[in-house]
């Protein structure tokens, strides 16, 4: 009796677990909710939440994260467009991992990858382009076509693929440069400004690289033509940044196999490659310069000025690569909803609001694609963070370029200590002279990303060709040795049998 | 009616078997026998015995596992010895402490023993295959340690004594009589490091020996979209630890019947 009560409790269980999935997802379609699935990066939106010491406060008003800004969307779109928006949020680990669930069979609706991903989806013709609405200026809820920075939209106009732009498909979100973060206690400015640090012996086993075939190949390319790039014939060449951009897209099989060459060369004088530890490391003063995105280089700042700590971030002299994220619309999970298509659109304008925009560079450390346009919010927010007040120590820095394409524009020179020259303020707004020789990283077609990982799986693999023979002669004593052992261990009582005695039987 | 026999108590795990298990293990033979195209082929299989960075890997592997069971089972017998014949009234207390780290995530732990190394050593970075040997080992000790105190605590005292009785010192009854009789737990102890070792790459990657092992190769043409020769290496890997299984299993069985000594 007891067990049929239990078995009759188990099904009643089971079937009510099985029942609740079915049940949430009528909810949805009986009500006029819009869904919206958007993937982005781990930790790549203001997520609220905010202690009470955090409110920036800017002269034009207070910005605080109280709510994640997902559910502040949400709230914002039924106010302003009096319909239900419902957002199923993602986050994945790097843009390969996004493209592997997608093609696994994972619809988003909207997701936030990297500017060669960007083109890479644009030439698998997965992209919706952004409506025209989107581009209306007149409209004033359009903050991203009306905050959009000058220089982003120049540099996602001219970045074409099969004759069509980029900033067509996609929205910028956040963007910055490559660089080293370095200690200048143990190493000086200029030694960290240039991609031969990865092979000065002066500092060997001290500096961390990136453990990501594209950013470290591009640096080791920066290493291999170095004296070409620094060479002031190249440097005063008409089309100075084309030329960058084609030397650094280089991925014939000869240059790979230059930079396999001197990959395996560095790969004795490095620290490590890391995915994420190089940051920590680098504030516990394990090493004196790490391989660094902009945006971790603030972090990686931030986190060492909190210990009393001083670093300092520097761009290579020779090149470093400008990169930037972008929302972009899929085709196959939009499909032909013009309701769905709106609110992620609203939601690319949402966040990019200045106000908004604040707090997720806030929370972030990286600097968004938005400057503001008419609202100076974001340029006080640049003040706020860098300005200083002191009138002697104080240098000008010119923002211009990026507020408004102009850089000798006056209205935005911040007024901030030396220091900063070299370290927060540098890596979230690079000098006009840093991003003149920066490159976009395009993406490589499937042949040529083959033949790229096969680099770096040959240079992280354990070469067989470097053990020296009296190694491979002791490897093989050793293994004779382990052999015959276990052979004696096994067959020991063949080997040591003792002579039958007579008129003895053997019992087996 | 439906009708509940104990038997049914098994579905939950057939489920999950069938799941997480079965149907995992056909995938990654149908990827490892096809190409990119889906179409069938043995390359795979070719590329994996042709290319030198997966022959190199498997040595690197297998050395750095052989190196580390030697190490584990090197300390780890005595102190098995010791703890099985004391006469402590506690012993099972002491056990406990060799085996408590295990109670920790061993990610934790080996971040532990890198900020310790970091400590004596100076520099990680010089010295990866020692850090990555020490890490491994601190990692897979209590898998040694136990199956050994198992099988030497259940050694019949009396064979010893006998052993005594008949004349032979000490040594030699330490090698003609404890230690074939707790073969069963070294073979166990052994097998318990010695494969998961080759492809426990969190510890290398951790203690930043930047060098691949069976593990991070798989996962390096996995993260290259390559499935294909992933898959290859995997159920290579899988023949591997099978063969080894099998092959200790005799060696259990020759040396002596399994005395429960397995984990």
């Given at each position: ?126 992209l919706?382009p ?17 905050g ?104 014939s099989?000869?240059t ?51 210990d ?50 604040i ?34 120590n ?91 052992l ?23 | ?7 049914q ?31 069938f ?75 310790i ?8 970075a ?9 890490g ?88 290259a ?24 299993n ?14």
């Amino acid at each position: 009796m007891i067990r049929r009560t239990l078995a009759v409790v188990f099904v009643i269980l089971m079937t009510i677990g099985m029942g609740l999935f079915p049940v949430s997802a009528e909810e949805y379609e009986d009500s006029d909710t819009i869904i919206l699935r958007i993937a982005n990066c781990e930790e790549y939106i203001d997520e609220g939440h905010w202690g009470e010491d955090e409110v920036i406060d800017l002269e034009s008003g207070d910005v605080f994260g109280n709510n994640p800004m997902i559910e502040d969307f949400e709230n914002w779109y039924l106010k302003t467009y009096g319909k239900k928006v419902k957002i199923e949020y993602s986050t994945y680990g790097t843009n390969e991992d996004l493209y592997n669930q997608m093609t696994l069979g994972d619809t988003f609706d909207i997701v936030c990858p990297s500017d060669y991903m960007c083109l890479k989806m644009m030439d698998e013709d997965m992209l919706l382009p952004l409506s025209d609405e989107f581009f209306d200026k007149s409209n004033k809820n359009n903050f991203y076509v009306n905050g959009l920075s000058p220089y982003i939209k120049n540099l996602m106009e001219t970045t074409t693929i099969n004759n069509r732009k980029w900033s067509d498909y996609s929205a910028g979100y956040m963007w910055g440069t490559m660089g080293f973060v370095y200690n200048p206690k143990k190493i000086s400015r200029e030694e960290a400004s240039t991609w031969k640090l990865f092979e000065n012996s002066k500092y060997a086993r001290q500096i961390t690289i990136k453990d990501s075939v594209r950013d470290t190949y591009f640096g080791v390319l920066g290493l291999l033509y170095s004296d070409k790039l620094t060479s002031p014939e190249f440097k005063n060449s008409k089309d100075y940044n084309k030329k960058i951009t084609e030397l650094m897209n280089d991925v014939s099989p000869e240059t790979i196999d230059k930079a396999e060459k001197k990959l395996q060369e560095i790969r004795d004088y490095t620290y490590c490659f890391e995915t994420d530890s190089g940051k920590s490391d680098m504030v516990a003063g394990k090493t004196v310069a790490s391989f660094q995105w902009s945006g971790d280089g603030v972090y990686t700042l931030d986190q060492a000025d909190e210990d009393n700590f001083y670093l300092e971030f520097a761009v290579p002299k020779e090149c470093s690569n400008i990169w930037c994220d972008a929302w972009v619309m899929l085709k196959d999970g939009i499909q032909n909803d013009k309701e769905k298509q709106d609110a992620a659109e609203a939601f690319i304008n949402y966040i990019s609001r200045p106000d908004n925009v604040i707090r997720n560079m806030y929370y972030i450390g990286y600097t968004s694609c938005i400057s503001g346009g008419n609202d100076d919010r974001i340029f006080e927010y640049a003040d706020w963070c860098y300005g200083a007040e002191d009138e002697d120590n104080t240098v000008d820095y010119p923002l211009g370029f990026f507020f408004t394409g102009d850089e000798s524009d006056k209205n935005y020179i911040i007024k901030t200590t030396k220091d900063q020259t070299k370290r927060q303020l540098f890596s979230q707004y690079p000098t006009s002279d840093v991003l003149d020789r920066c490159a976009v990283m395009m993406f490589f077609d499937d042949e040529e990303n083959a033949r790229m990982n096969q680099m770096w799986i040959n240079v992280r693999c354990f070469n067989l060709s470097s053990v020296p023979l009296f190694d491979w002669l002791i490897a093989l004593g050793i293994i004779v040795f382990i052999a015959v052992l276990v052979t004696v261990i096994v067959f020991r009582n063949k080997i040591f049998r003792r002579k039958r005695l007579k008129g003895f039987k053997r019992i087996s | 009616m439906f009708k509940f026999s104990r038997k049914q108590l098994c579905i939950p795990y057939a489920v999950f078997l069938l799941f997480f298990v079965i149907a995992p293990l056909v995938v990654i033979i149908y990827y490892a026998f096809t190409n990119g195209k889906g179409e069938f082929t043995f390359n795979n299989f070719t590329n994996f015995f042709t290319d030198s960075n997966t022959i190199g890997t498997l040595i690197y592997s297998m050395f750095i596992s052989l190196v580390t069971t030697l190490v584990c089972l090197v300390i780890a017998y005595p102190v098995a010895y010791i703890l099985a014949n004391s006469k402590l009234k506690r012993k099972s207390v002491i056990l406990m402490i060799f085996i408590m780290p295990m109670w920790i995530n061993f990610t934790l732990r080996i971040t532990a023993v890198k900020e310790i190394l970091t400590a004596i050593e100076g520099n990680l970075a010089y010295y990866p295959f020692l850090n990555t040997i020490i890490g491994m080992t601190y990692d897979f000790f209590p898998f040694m340690i136990l199956p050994l105190y198992n099988a030497l605590e259940k050694i019949d005292r009396r064979l010893i004594e006998a052993s005594h009785d008949l004349g032979a010192d000490g040594v030699t009854t330490f090698i003609k009589v404890t230690f074939p009789l707790s073969m069963p737990g070294v073979i166990s102890g052994i097998t318990m490091v010695f494969l998961p070792v080759m492809t426990n790459y969190v510890v290398l990657d951790m203690l930043y020996n930047s060098t691949y092992i069976m593990g991070s190769l798989i996962g390096s043409y996995f993260n290259a979209y390559d499935w294909n020769n992933g898959s290859m290496i995997s159920i290579v890997l899988l023949a591997i630890i099978l063969v080894v299984t099998l092959f200790t299993n005799k060696l259990g069985n020759i040396t002596g019947e399994n005395r429960g000594a397995t984990l």
